[in-house]
């Protein structure tokens, strides 16, 4: 798989197809804690891919603020379904969400589906992670 930015991907075929089966825009806002979300994660780093054909697709990269959040990413999304026609089922996109941060165990993934017009919070519960010491470092 061939990892791409966005900037790149627009100037390939594959993005015409793609844009036109996720001509809307859905919004996504990711939120980092620990202690059942009574403390923030600052500087957790957020990356959003997509695979499409033999790609894969960066769309967002970040880290998130002192509140431990990323809010208002755009991604590509289906078009959005008038809440005058109930009976249709919505379409959704699927990305891929890692989340990482030194101290915290292990990366975090995530799949997250995307509709058109529509906001998404993804909490990403992050643990602490534990370096237990050998006796020799404790014996001074």
């Known amino acids: 798989m061939n990892l791409i930015s966005l900037e790149d991907f627009k100037k390939l075929p ?7 089966e996720n001509p809307d825009v859905g919004y996504l806002k990711v939120h980092a ?7 923030p994660i600052p500087g ?4 959003i891919t997509k695979d499409i054909e033999n790609h894969k697709v960066i769309f967002f990269q ?9 809010s208002d990413i755009e991604l590509p999304a289906p078009r959005a379904i ?3 026609e ?5 379409e959704y996109t699927v990305y891929n969400m890692t989340a990482i941060h030194e101290g915290y165990e292990t990366l975090k993934k995530y799949f997250i589906g995307m509709f058109g017009d529509v906001r998404i919070i993804q909490y990403v519960k992050m643990i602490p992670s534990i370096e237990l010491k050998g006796e020799d ?4």
């Open 82 to 84: 008038p809440v005058s």
């Open 62 to 70: 970040g880290l998130t603020d002192e509140n431990g959040m990323i």
């Open 33 to 39: 804690f620990t202690a059942y979300g009574a403390v």
């Open 137 to 140: 470092e404790n014996a001074s």
């Open 44 to 47: 957790a780093s957020i990356l």
């Open 86 to 90: 109930p009976d249709i089922v919505p």
């Open 14 to 20: 594959e993005y015409q197809t793609f844009i036109q």
